[in-house]
C-alpha cells in the first residue's frame, strides 16, 4: 500500500493511495462521497485488490486533511468546481491507468464524478459502478439551485450555510425517526453512524459554493442529454440500499433506469434490503463486496475478449 501526495495542474494537492494486487487483472480508481475522505474505502480497496485490482482513491477537491490545510474543506468554487473535480480524476487516470482494463467507481456525489467519467471517457473504461447514486432532483433541486445562486449573491460563495444544508439534506432523516442522530439515515448500523460523527474529516457545513455544485451536477450527470453522452457498450453498475433516502429521492431509483434503458446502456442494479446510504459498510457488505467483485469480473473478462477480437 502506497501513499502519496498528488498535486493537480492548478496547485492543488490531494494524498492518493495506491493498493496494489499481486497478480492484477484490473485497475479500479475509487471516489468517495461528500464531505468525507478516502481513508473510510481502504478496508474495501483490500477486498478488491484481493481478487485482482489495482486500486487507487485520493481525497476529492474540497475533502480531507490537506483541503482543511489549503483552507478549501467543505467548500467548491461555484460553477466550476464540479468540472475541476471531473478534470482532477480525468488527470489521474491519465497518470495511473495502464493497459489493464479500468473500472471507475463512485459513492453518492462521487458517484456523479464516476459517471460523468463514464460519459466524457467511455472508451477508456472497462465498467462504471455508482455507489447510492443520486437521481435527478427535479423541480426540487432546480428550485434549490436557483435559491443558492441567489444567496451567492447576497452572501458569497464561501459562506457557510447550515440553513440550505439542512433545506437539502434535512428530509433524508424523516424516514427514520425518531432518530437517536441527526446522520441515521446513512447506516443501519449504529456504531458507523458514531464514527462518521466523530471523524473529523468527516462531515461539516459546507459553504455555499460546495452546495452549488452538489445541486448543479445532481441535475446534469444525471439527465437524459447527459446519459445518452455514455456509451452503449460501457456496462454500468448500480448499487443502492433499498431504504436509501438519497437514492429514492427525486425521480428515484425507478427514473434512473428508465433513462438508461431509454439510451440502451446495458445496466444492472444491485439492490440490499434494510441497508441505507453507505451500504458499502451495512451489515451485509461482505455479501455487497463479493457481488461488486463478481461483476467487476465479468465486466472484465467481456472488456479482455471484445479487445482480443
Known sequence: MDVTEHTYADGYRTQLLHVKA?????????????????????????FLSEIGFN??????????????TQSTYAHLSPHEGFDQMVDDAISLLDHYQDELPTVVLGHSFGSLLARRLGQQLGHRLAGVIAVSPPPHS????????????????????????????????????LKFLPATTESDWISSVPEEVTAYMNDPDCGGIPTLGYLHEVAKASLDVTSAARIQEHPKTLPILFVVGAD??????????????????????????????QARHEVLRERQRQDIWTDIGDWMHQTIRIAKRTSIS
Open 55 to 68: 486500486v487507487f482513491l485520493c481525497d476529492l477537491r474540497g475533502a480531507g486533511s490537506l483541503a482543511r
Open 244 to 273: 436509501d433516502p438519497v437514492v429514492h429521492d427525486g425521480e428515484g431509483l425507478s427514473g434512473i433506469v428508465r433513462k438508461h434503458q431509454a439510451a440502451d446502456i446495458e445496466l444492472t442494479v444491485l439492490s440490499y434490503d
Open 22 to 46: 499481486r497478480q492484477p487483472i484490473g485497475n479500479c480508481f475509487i471516489f468517495h462521497g461528500m464531505l468525507e475522505h478516502h481513508q473510510r474505502y481502504v478496508e474495501f480497496a483490500d
Open 138 to 173: 427535479g423541480l426540487i433541486g432546480r428550485a434549490g439551485l436557483y435559491a443558492i445562486d441567489l444567496a451567492i449573491r447576497f452572501k458569497g460563495s464561501t459562506h457557510e450555510s447550515r440553513l440550505f444544508e439542512r433545506l437539502l439534506f434535512g428530509r433524508y432523516n
